[in-house]
């Protein structure tokens, strides 16, 4: 339920009506705008009495919402939310590029990627410390090591990291990391999205592999629910029936979801394809659809890369994605800024 308050209200009025709403046993969350004030109810509102509500003198109008998500609802937050990483936003027409290798592989690796991608126009460097894997018997990453290899980078260019967290018992490794991404295999792993919820840092939650939009908005509240608002959708495509390519991206997504929540969204066309010649085609494509980012793997020498060489760009192409991105992030008012 969201009650939408009138402007300038009596804020005695307006305090005890919220210690009201709370004696029933319900959260509340407000949401001051510019030219309006909502009060969204979270909990079971059944048995609210509307009228009693809208009679109050600072009450404009009362309103129920069938979503079973009130956090990530648009409903309830009608400003579009800006995600802060590292001093670099995103959403609310704040655009970055996430870049780099799918896996730290070593020092020299890491550092030389971040450098190039950051002279291309990244802002962000993502990189895979800890990596599932489908085959237990395939490279799983460096693990603890691979972080510490990530803040050397970080040190050498300023950029600050991205990288997945894969269990609730590594999360005092990530205390440096400036974003944790929950990946595909854990958008329902509800344990760690509540853990990650109790941090204070952003979270990169990524779409399950064959999950619906609100099964993906509802593990965002997971992490909201906790107190962490600080939540970044990814979609990085959807297993279908579609054998030529690794996923399906579903653009779709991004413009339906513009509707459904405030929260930022970005892609990741390198995941989606699986094909490094489809991912210039897609970023593109992923800009028209209105997303406020791209996740691109990036590897000075992808025919060697120890975990997804065949979907990763080399700098060189990095760039090229860039300077188009930059053509046509006028059109959609994107713009591309840092700190």
Same mark, same amino acid.
């Given at each position: 339920?969201?009650?939408?308050?009138?402007?300038?209200?009596?804020?005695?009025?307006?305090?005890?009506?919220?210690?009201?709403?709370?004696? %029933?046993?319900?959260?509340?969350?407000?949401?001051?705008?510019?030219?309006?004030?909502?009060?969204?109810?979270?909990?079971?509102?059944?048995?609210?009495?509307?009228? %009693?509500?809208? !009679? /109050?003198?600072?009450?404009?109008?009362?309103?129920?919402?069938?979503?079973?998500?009130?956090?990530?609802?648009?409903?309830?937050?009608?400003?579009?939310?800006?995600?802060?990483?590292?001093?670099?936003?995103?959403?609310?027409?704040?655009?970055?590029?996430? =870049?780099?290798?799918? +896996?730290?592989? !070593?020092?020299?690796?890491?550092?030389?990627?971040?450098?190039?991608?950051? #002279?291309?126009?990244?802002?962000?460097?993502?990189?895979?410390?800890?990596?599932?894997?489908?085959?237990?018997?395939?490279?799983?990453?460096?693990?603890?090591?691979?972080?510490?290899? %990530?803040?050397? $980078?970080?040190?050498?260019?300023?950029?600050?990291?991205?990288?997945?967290?894969?269990?609730?018992?590594?999360?005092? =490794?990530?205390?440096?990391?400036?974003?944790?991404?929950?990946?595909?295999?854990?958008?329902?792993?509800?344990?760690?999205?509540?853990?990650?919820?109790?941090?204070?840092?952003?979270?990169?939650?990524?779409?399950?592999?064959?999950?619906?939009?609100?099964?993906?908005?509802? !593990? $965002?509240?997971?992490?909201?629910? #906790?107190?962490?608002?600080?939540?970044?959708?990814?979609?990085?495509?959807?297993?279908?029936?579609?054998?030529?390519?690794?996923?399906?991206?579903?653009?779709?997504?991004?413009? /339906? /979801?513009?509707?459904?929540?405030?929260?930022?969204?970005?892609?990741?066309? +390198?995941?989606?394809?699986?094909? !490094?010649?489809?991912? =210039?085609?897609?970023?593109?494509?992923?800009?028209?659809?209105?997303?406020?980012? %791209?996740?691109?793997?990036?590897?000075?020498?992808?025919?060697?890369?120890?975990?997804?060489?065949?979907?990763?760009?080399?700098?060189?192409?990095?760039?090229?994605?860039?300077?188009?991105?930059?053509?046509?992030?006028?059109?959609?008012?994107?713009?591309?800024?840092?700190?």
């Amino acid at each position: 339920m969201i009650i939408v308050i009138k402007q300038n209200p009596d804020e005695k009025q307006l305090n005890n009506l919220v210690k009201w709403v709370r004696s %029933l046993g319900l959260e509340v969350h407000m949401s001051r705008g510019e030219n309006t004030n909502i009060m969204g109810l979270i909990g079971d509102t059944s048995a609210v009495d509307i009228d %009693l509500i809208r !009679s /109050l003198d600072i009450v404009e109008t009362v309103k129920r919402i069938q979503e079973p998500y009130k956090n990530a609802n648009r409903k309830f937050h009608p400003q579009d939310t800006v995600v802060s990483v590292g001093g670099y936003p995103i959403g609310g027409g704040h655009f970055q590029f996430m =870049a780099g290798p799918c +896996s730290v592989e !070593s020092e020299e690796q890491v550092i030389a990627i971040a450098k190039a991608v950051k #002279e291309a126009g990244a802002t962000i460097l993502r990189g895979g410390a800890f990596k599932p894997r489908t085959s237990p018997y395939a490279f799983q990453g460096l693990g603890e090591s691979g972080i510490q290899l %990530l803040l050397e $980078a970080k040190r050498e260019t300023g950029m600050p990291i991205v990288t997945e967290l894969m269990s609730v018992r590594h999360i005092d =490794a990530f205390r440096d990391v400036d974003m944790i991404q929950i990946g595909a295999r854990n958008m329902q792993n509800f344990e760690l999205l509540k853990e990650v919820g109790r941090t204070d840092k952003p979270i990169l939650l990524k779409r399950g592999l064959a999950n619906t939009i609100q099964e993906w908005l509802m !593990s $965002a509240e997971y992490i909201m629910s #906790e107190g962490n608002m600080n939540v970044v959708l990814c979609e990085r495509g959807i297993r279908t029936f579609e054998p030529y390519t690794r996923n399906t991206l579903d653009l779709s997504a991004i413009p /339906l /979801l513009r509707d459904l929540t405030h929260l930022p969204i970005i892609v990741d066309p +390198s995941h989606a394809s699986g094909i !490094s010649k489809l991912v =210039a085609p897609m970023s593109l494509a992923a800009v028209g659809a209105g997303t406020d980012g %791209l996740m691109i793997e990036v590897h000075n020498n992808p025919a060697c890369a120890l975990c997804d060489g065949p979907q990763a760009l080399t700098p060189e192409q990095f760039a090229d994605v860039v300077k188009n991105v930059d053509v046509l992030l006028p059109i959609v008012h994107r713009v591309r800024d840092g700190k």
